[in-house]
């Protein structure tokens, strides 16, 4: 049997997913931002410049992460019995919140495949 922990780390655990993305925004799209100012753009491989390269990296480690704990809250969520009702609800939480952060990473990631940095 799963049980949700309680107090205030439940909180962080629920919104961990939503958190990481919001975390991969900022690393994105600052990383974008720091290597053009610093001139990263000169290196191309395979048809990408090196910032892309850099950021798709950076990227994909985010989309690593939250899939492992999208698929360890569906675990949890599965293990759960039906009449805990209180787990059931935190790790049902903490699924769905971690595949809105999934979502929202794979969308925000995008653009680094398709765009020419430093503009």
Do not use: K
């Not at 939503?18 to 994105?28: E, H, N, Y």
């Not at 491989?45 to 698929?71: D, E, F, P, R, S």
């Not at 759960?80 to 903490?94: L, N």
């Amino acid at each position: 049997m799963s049980t949700f922990p309680r107090g205030p780390v439940s909180l962080l655990i629920m919104t961990g997913g939503v958190i990481v993305w919001s975390v991969c925004f900022v690393v994105l799209y600052g990383g974008m931002s720091l290597a053009c100012t610093q001139g990263w753009f000169d290196v191309t491989l395979a048809g990408l410049h090196g910032i892309n390269w850099m950021l798709v990296v950076l990227w994909v480690a985010h989309l690593v992460l939250l899939a492992l704990m999208t698929w360890v809250s569906l675990g949890h969520l599965r293990m759960t019995p039906r009449e805990d009702a209180s787990t059931r609800f935190g790790w049902r939480t903490t699924f769905v919140l971690n595949v809105v952060g999934l979502a929202g990473t794979v969308w925000i990631g995008f653009p680094i495949l398709m765009t020419v940095p430093c503009i």
